[in-house]
C-alpha cells in the first residue's frame, strides 16, 4: 500500500499537474515563480492575443496588428507594463483586486474570493502557473522595444 501511495506522489511531482498554491504577495510583488520552467515570450504573445484563453484585448490594447478589435477600457499593455518588473507583472495578473478592489480586472491564478463563478470553472484557475510566466515574459518584452 505504501508503494502505490508513493508510486502516485511521484507521478503527481513528475507530471507536474497544476495544483495552486497560495501565492504571497510581499509589498507589490509575488517573487516566486509559479512554473518551474521559464516564461516563454512566444507563448506569452500568443495567450494576451488570444479571446480564448487571456482575454487581454477585451479591454486592453497593444502591439498586435493583426488583431482588429482591441480593448479601450484599460490601459495600453506597453503603458500598463512599463514601470512594472517581472514579480510586480505576477502579482497583479495573479490578483489585480489586491491593488484595486474596484478593477475589472480577473484574478488569473485564484480559486477562492471569486464572484458569479459557473459551477463547472469553481476550484479552476483562468490561467495555470506556466501560462502566466509565459504572458509575464511577453509583457517584459515591451519594456524592451524602443
Given at each position: 500500500?505504501r508503494?502505490?501511495?508513493a508510486?502516485?506522489?511521484?507521478?503527481?511531482?513528475?507530471l507536474?499537474?497544476n495544483v495552486?498554491?497560495?501565492?504571497?504577495?510581499?509589498?507589490?510583488?509575488?517573487?516566486e515563480?509559479?512554473?518551474?520552467?521559464a516564461?516563454?515570450?512566444?507563448?506569452?504573445?500568443?495567450?494576451?492575443?488570444?479571446?480564448?484563453?487571456?482575454?487581454?484585448?477585451?479591454?486592453?490594447?497593444g502591439?498586435f496588428?493583426?488583431?482588429r478589435?482591441?480593448?479601450?477600457?484599460?490601459?495600453?499593455?506597453k503603458a500598463?507594463v512599463a514601470?512594472?518588473?517581472?514579480p510586480q507583472?505576477?502579482?497583479?495578473?495573479?490578483?489585480?483586486?489586491?491593488?484595486?478592489?474596484?478593477?475589472?480586472?480577473?484574478?488569473?491564478?485564484?480559486?477562492?474570493?471569486l464572484?458569479?463563478?459557473?459551477?463547472?470553472?469553481?476550484g479552476?484557475?483562468?490561467?495555470?502557473?506556466?501560462?502566466?510566466?509565459?504572458?509575464?515574459?511577453f509583457?517584459?518584452t515591451?519594456?524592451?522595444?524602443?
Amino acid at each position: 500500500m505504501r508503494k502505490r501511495v508513493a508510486l502516485a506522489f511521484s507521478w503527481l511531482v513528475i507530471l507536474n499537474l497544476n495544483v495552486v498554491h497560495a501565492q504571497v504577495i510581499t509589498g507589490d510583488s509575488i517573487f516566486e515563480s509559479l512554473s518551474s520552467e521559464a516564461g516563454n515570450p512566444v507563448r506569452g504573445r500568443a495567450i494576451v492575443a488570444s479571446r480564448q484563453t487571456g482575454l487581454c484585448l477585451l479591454c486592453h490594447s497593444g502591439p498586435f496588428p493583426e488583431e482588429r478589435f482591441q480593448g479601450n477600457l484599460a490601459p495600453e499593455l506597453k503603458a500598463s507594463v512599463a514601470r512594472l518588473n517581472a514579480p510586480q507583472l505576477r502579482a497583479r495578473i495573479v490578483n489585480a483586486a489586491h491593488f484595486n478592489p474596484q478593477t475589472i480586472m480577473p484574478a488569473y491564478y485564484q480559486t477562492s474570493h471569486l464572484n458569479r463563478v459557473a459551477a463547472k470553472f469553481v476550484g479552476q484557475t483562468m490561467l495555470n502557473g506556466q501560462e502566466i510566466e509565459d504572458v509575464i515574459a511577453f509583457l517584459i518584452t515591451l519594456n524592451n522595444q524602443n
